[in-house]
Each structure stands twice: as structure tokens, then as C-alpha cells.
């Protein structure tokens, strides 16, 4: 279990969902997923965010018990994103009085998801604006696309805490501890990964700040060491690789594909490639793919002709890589086919449509079966990508 104790006047609130089986309707999570929300105790009482409606009654029992016989005078609302945003109207139903706290985006957003008059419940904040609470002061920093339009975060002038919302988020439910970067860079790249210009401006107001805790709305809050997790997030979202190796991706239908993808991989290690991923992407998790693709500086995709157009498996994963915005890597590309073989002009005209992708030379085609003349050109193209 991570320690989730920031102080006896900020609390952490939220819930684990260990039986959600997909996050977003997609990406697997095995060791589940945390809902975070905290609230802040001073003369004032302000609820950071509230939580998936998956997890509505326990969210509400941390609460009761984090305010001990108080009311809750602030609702902060950073994000309108259902996994946090679900019980604003439960929490205004059972405390009239509370104001609900956010920016003007967030109100004009809001009667969308609520069938509630909040209009004489509202704080409008902007840019810069402050709230106290008594000792401990909010200050309100817009992050609009980071990854929604609405998104802002908060940071709490007296115990130095940017709460981040969606940045710095992990999967994982907060009693499995495992490394940070793994699942923290699935999360990035798959569902922040689009917007890195936008993360770049939140990390360049972040830099004007005094950071001691970063209290993230899914994950563990960081506690330590923040320059590392904040280096991560200049990377991704710099869209710099983040280690020299190569991500082998293929799909295969009848298996000669995968064999020839095995035998790239092989080629690549005995020519010194640092690391080499293999990806079955009609087997393996298409999001731990796609965020490999990002790791690492160098892609090989490896997909056989179907009905004159790409198998599926791979079609999807060059549109996530396209819709992620992939650039700024080298790339290689292995088609196979039996009569007229389309893949490679496919899979090179996803890849000439990204930024700074270097396309080397030779595209391979293998018919049906790889043979001696196949393995010799993959060691030609093995050899351009390590150049
Ligand atoms: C349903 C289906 C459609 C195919 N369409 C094409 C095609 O349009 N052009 C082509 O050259 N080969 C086509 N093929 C043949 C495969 O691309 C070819 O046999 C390839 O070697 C399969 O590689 P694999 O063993 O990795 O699945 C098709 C195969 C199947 C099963």
C-alpha cells in the first residue's frame, strides 16, 4: 500500500477499483485503478474533486470520516472527466450550503453532465486566483487540453502541494506498489499523450512554483524525489525517445509474419541493438504497444496483406500512433503478401504522414514464406535503423 498520509490538515479520500475491467472502455488494467480525491480541514473545508461513480459509497464514508461532524464549505472541480467529476451533484444534494469552485469553462461544461442549478453555488476562478481556506491558500493554474478543455490545477501555498489532476496519474489501485514509470507512461502516452505542447505550458508554470507533493487524481501521490517524475513528463511530452531501442511490431494470420518478426528481432540483438520489444498486436496489449512505440527511439511494423488493405490489429495500432501524434523516431517496415502485396505501401503511408519519422531503407516484402534473400534484406534494414 503506498503511504498516502499528506498531513493532518489534507487527507486523502479516494478509492481503489480493482474490479473495473477496462479503463476508458479500453486499456486493461490489471492491478486495477485508483479514483483520487482529498479535502482540505482548515477554518474552511474544500473537497478536491470527487470520484467515479463506481465508487460513489465509499468515497462518501472516507469523506464523512475525514471531516469528522463537518460540513464541506468548497467543491473544487478541476476536471469534468466522469471517472472524477460523477458525484458533483451528490456532494451539492447533501451539503446545500457548499459553493462549488471552478473555472469558467467548468461552469459553461457543467449543466451538461447535471440536471442541478448550481448558478448561486458558483466561485469562478481564473488564472492566478487565490482562495483561502485560513491557513492553507489554493491558487488556480489553467491547464486547458491537459486532457480536456475545462482541465485546471491547484496549488496549495502553504504545504507546497500541486494538486495535478489527470498529470501525473498512474493505473494501478494504491494497494498493488510496483515501479512508477511503467504504468505512469502507459497512462500518459495512450490518454494524455495528444496534448504534449499543452503539458509542455502546465510544466512551465510548474517550474515557477515551489513543488514539495504532487497529488495526482489517480496514483500515488509523489512525495519524493519530484525532479525524476517531472524529467518523465518533460520527455513524453517533448515527444523525445526516452532510450535507444527497437519496438518490433507485427501482426501475422497464419504465423509466417511472426516468424520473420522473431528472426528482425534476432537479426537486431545480434547487431547490438540496446533493447528489443516484440509486440504481437493481435495478442499482446495494444496500449503497452503503443507506449513502447514511444519508449523507445526505433519501430520496426511488420504486417501481412489482407483483402488488398492492412490486417486490423495493425491498422489500429499506426492510428493510435498517428492520433498520439508519434514523431521524431526511426522507422523500418516488413510487408508480406501472396499475390499483391499492399502492406508495405500502407503501413509507409501512415509513417510518411508523421513528423520527423526517418523511414529506412529497404521496405521488405516477403512472399508467403521468409526466405535466405528476405533474411539478408532484414539485416540490410536491421543495419540502416542501428546506424
Ligand atoms: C483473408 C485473407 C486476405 C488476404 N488478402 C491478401 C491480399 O489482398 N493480397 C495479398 O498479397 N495477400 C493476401 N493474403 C495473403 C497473406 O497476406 C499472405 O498469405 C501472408 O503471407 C500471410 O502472412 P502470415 O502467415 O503472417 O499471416 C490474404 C490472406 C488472407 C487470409
Redesign the pocket.
Known sequence: MYDMKISDSVVFIGVNDKTIDLFESQYKVPKGVSYNSYVILDEKVAVMDTVDKRATEEWLDNLDKALNGRSVDYLVISHLEPDHASNIQRLAEKYPDMQLVGNAKIFSMLPQFFDLDFSERKVVVKEGDTLSLGSHTLQFFMAPMVHWPEVMVEYEQSEKILFSADGFGKFGALDEEEDWTDEARRYFINIVGKYGAQVQALLKKAATLDIQTICPLHGPILKENLGFYIDKYLTWSSYEPEEEGVVVAYT???????KAAQKMAEILESKGAKAVRLFDLSRDDMSEAVSSAFRYDRLVVMA??????LFPAMEDFLYHLKVKTYRKRRAGIVE????????GKLMKAYLEGMKDVEICEPVVS????MKEADVQNMEALAEALLA
Open positions: 501475422s494470420i497464419h504465423g509466417n509474419t511472426a501481412p496483406t489482407y483483402d488488398g488493405a508480406n503478401g501472396s499475390w499483391a502485396p499492399m502492406a516477403v512472399k508467403s514464406v
